[in-house]
């Protein structure tokens, strides 16, 4: 079963908002950014979410997690502003694994979570790509 799903954040929310970009800090020790193996700093970048659910219009603050050398929302001039997930996935893990009479595994219960590979003002360019050379 997938764990990891790829969103179209235009057809599932109605807006999202920058709020707020920190660090994400080691489990235990909030003053210790937390780090990638190879090294590169993570940050929590807090989003409120507008979606419609039901016929009903409902907002959510989301934490999303970045992985990046400098502050995702250093770019982002102010708060609240309109955004783009780039790359924006949801993961489940399972909370409770148990094995039934048969011996196949029973997932029971489940945590989301969010990331993105970058945060980018909505009125913000993408960034450029090296084009080949024709020749």
Do not use: C
């Not at 193996?37 to 940050?43: A, L, V």
């Not at 419609?52 to 502003?81: D, R």
Request: charged content about 25%; glycine content about 8%; proline content about 7%.
């Amino acid at each position: 079963m997938p764990a990891i799903f790829h969103v179209d954040q235009a057809r599932t929310f109605k807006a999202v908002m920058f709020m707020s970009a920190a660090p994400k800090t080691e489990f235990g020790k909030n003053d210790v950014q937390a780090t990638l193996k190879d090294g590169t700093p993570k940050w929590e970048v807090q989003v409120v979410a507008s979606f419609e659910q039901f016929g009903k219009v409902e907002n959510e603050i989301l934490k999303i997690g970045v992985n990046s050398y400098k502050n995702p929302g250093e770019a982002l001039q102010h708060m609240p502003q309109p955004v783009e997930l780039v790359g924006f996935r949801v993961g489940v893990s399972p909370v409770d694994k148990r094995v039934d009479q048969n011996g196949r595994e029973k997932i029971t219960g489940g945590t989301a979570w969010y990331q993105a590979d970058e945060v980018r003002a909505l009125n913000a360019a993408p960034p450029a790509r090296a084009s080949k050379s024709e020749g």
